[in-house]
């Protein structure tokens, strides 16, 4: 019969919040050398790398950094920027890979495991190989908006929103949870006299909040950090550059990395909130949508 | 008859208030989030929008760092501005690939500037800059006093063996870390801009440029060779700093006395004189075939697909006054295109802290090989030096170098020459 050790109770305890500890210091310390270096000066910035006054708020501090950065740039502007074409690719995105998940899990018709295939197989693609392609693309596509009609998506939110919303990524999330959901509930409302339309809106979506939140995180992040080639190739006015084409502001000759750790603080902030919003939207979800067999 | 009158009047009146619609002229600059550039350029385009009434030019900055995968970009999409700003080395690449059309002003406006700031390819005159840019060796007098050496001048630099002297010296002093400081920690157009100048002064060069359509017997000929393994040595030997160097120390090594010698350009040369008291700019070393340093920075020109040249062209004569030249030259360090220009300036006066720049730029400057093939080559020369100072092989990879760009010179038919 086993006995608990008192004394080995107590040391797996410290072990495993040591670990703890040190995964977390792992991924705090960068976003606590950020902040901290955002309030030195250049020089002590450099100086302090080497050593663990890198994470502490001490020597010359001041906003000073943070003044100078929005004088270089329209820091307010890019992040607007890309909040917008965030959230309007993440909403769009939601929706029609929802869609079409749906379609390939529920609905019956001919092919849809070889276009399921097809669709999953653009995975393996890099967008790089895919740019330029696409910017002959758009370059020549009419356009209708509030300033009329005109050739070309070039310079415009929805050159950065659109070719972004179908993501074999989400598709392959939502087929994945939709197939994990009771297949009675899909037939139950049917035999009901639901339409597919009312199945997807009134009984799968619903219950598919853990796949929303993480699809939103994925794309979200996707769109918000990592969107610098496509605009770099298809806006060249400032008014719709987003935050990661707005780095290369403060990439001159002589760098001043104060500022680059100012700016890049900024612009950390909505992504901090937004995760922690839609964390506890996770959990939550999680917790409501539990279907019992 | 009055009311008439009274019509033909007011049209009058409309006629004579409305002035005259002004063209506008789209231009692409490099330096969005350089406060001074983007002062500095927007007052020109003021001034000229204001001087004439048949042209507007309306500036868009970028950042310099994707500048040209924006204006690429935008040639492909057909989407180009009328005016653009192009580095000098790039420029016969986007004259050959159609980006570019030739400039059209007049012989006399850039008569008696620098050779660095004419861009010219295929006999044509593409591009036109308000500064150039130089390269210098940094040095401290006390440094050199201590260490017993003789002041290199532009007439009698310093020879290889001079050269190399000084660095036995610094390293053998124990004051130092490195002896040289060549700023391996930047990457990109440095290596090409900052380095071939010694391999051509050892004789060797990037391609032939005899013909432009071979790098046999030039990058991996005996001088280059030669070059090679002096490059390999400076490394190897423990003089230099690697392609690892901390760009924290790039910026600052040499100020704060970790450095006996930096190979550096005019654009921190302010910096340095703001905190070392006895700075010298010395000529480059003389390695066998003249002392040399690279030329051409940001220039002017028209894109392709501009539909007002002319437009365009009279905004470039306009931005070629000295009094631009010379406010650029001011706010942001840089050698102003002539010595008219240099004259106005507080740095490159005679008797100006950085005079010895415009000498060196005037006396050594050596442009990079004016090829549309050398945005590839610049490319391979890189990579070949920093795998050399890593300890690769130099024949073997000059060799491999060379094909690399003879396969590119062939695969796009010799690049037009």
Redesign the interface.
Known sequence: MAVIDPANHGLRLATRYAVLVLVAAIFVLPLLFMVMSSLKPTDQLLNDTSSLRAFLPVGDISLQNYYDAFARAPIGLFVFNSILVTVGTVSLSLLLCSLAAFSFTFLKWRGKGLLLSVTLATLIIPFETIAIPLLLLVSKLPWIGLEGFRIGWLNSYHVQIIPWIADALTIFLFVQYFKDLPEELVEAARVAGASWWQVYVRIIMPLSGPVIATGAILKSLKMYNEQYLWPLIVVQQESYRPIMVGLGYFFQLQVAWGEVMAYLSLITVPVLVFYLMLQRAFIASIASTGVKG | MKSKVLFAGAVSVIFANAAPAQTELTM?YHG????VESRLINQIVDDFNASQSDWAVAI???????YN??VV??A????LPDIIDVDGPVMPNWAWSGYMQPLPIDEAAYADFLPGPRGVWDGKLYSIGLWDAAVALYARQSTIDALGLRVPTLDNPWSEDEFMAALDAAKASGDFEYALDLGMAWTGEWYPYAFSPFLQSFGGDIVDRSTYKTAEGVLNGDAAIAFGEWWQNLFQGGYAPGTSQD??DR??GFIEGKYAFGWNGN??AV?HMAEVDDMLFLPAPDFGNGSTIGAASWQFGISASSEHPDGAAAFIEFALDDKYLAAFSDGIGLIPSTPSAAAMTENYKAGGPLEVFFGLSEAQAVLRPVTPGYVVAAKVFEKALADIANGADVADTLDAAVDEINADIERNGGYGH
């Open positions: 692409w969005a989030g350089n406060e868009q900055s970028f950042p310099q760092e994707s995968d924006s970009a935008a492909l999409a057909g989407d760009p924290a910026d600052r654009w921190a910096a």
